[in-house]
């Protein structure tokens, strides 16, 4: 039953950001490009998602459990540190330069553009790279 919601939920993102035009990265671009061919839609795909979000987490938030786990899982930090800031500027700058977010490529998948691969095969390279970068070394003994 978990996986089949997890479905659901994903055809109902994936559909969102289809009729959104939000798997263009043009129309992405567009709303970056201020004082050029400014495009206000992610705008308001942004504002309607943070309105269903809101009111699903004052829902789910009566909740002593989710459906399908024994806890809720949530962030417990809420320090605000170079890692934090450096990850959220990578990520901005990546979305500004590709047109795609993580979340938006994966349904663009189906559009059969290479772009979309290759952004997502970048996407998987860093965060392999990144967990790489963050292991201590061994110290090995004689």
């Known amino acids: 039953m ?3 919601f997890a479905l659901l ?3 109902v ?3 969102g950001i289809a009729i959104s035009g939000m798997m263009d990265p043009a129309k992405v ?6 004082a050029g061919t400014w ?3 992610l705008m308001f795909v942004m504002g309607g998602a943070l309105i269903v979000t809101s009111i699903g987490y004052r829902w ?3 909740r002593s459990k989710p459906l399908f786990g024994q806890s809720f899982q949530v962030p417990t930090s809420t320090r605000i ?6 990850g959220a500027a990578l990520f901005g700058v990546g979305w500004g330069i590709a047109g795609f977010c993580p979340g938006a490529a994966i349904p663009a998948l189906g559009t059969g553009r290479w772009e979309v691969a290759l952004f997502l095969v970048s996407v998987t390279a860093g ?3 990144r967990r790489l970068a963050g292991r201590k070394p061994r110290h090995v003994t004689p």
């Open 127 to 129: 965060f392999f790279l």
């Open 81 to 86: 540190d170079s890692r934090l800031i450096g």
């Open 9 to 11: 939920t994903g055809l």
């Open 2 to 4: 978990k996986h089949l």
């Open 60 to 62: 789910v938030w009566r």
């Open 29 to 34: 671009l567009n709303f970056f490009d201020i």
């Open 13 to 15: 993102f994936g559909t």
């Open 39 to 41: 495009d206000p839609s």
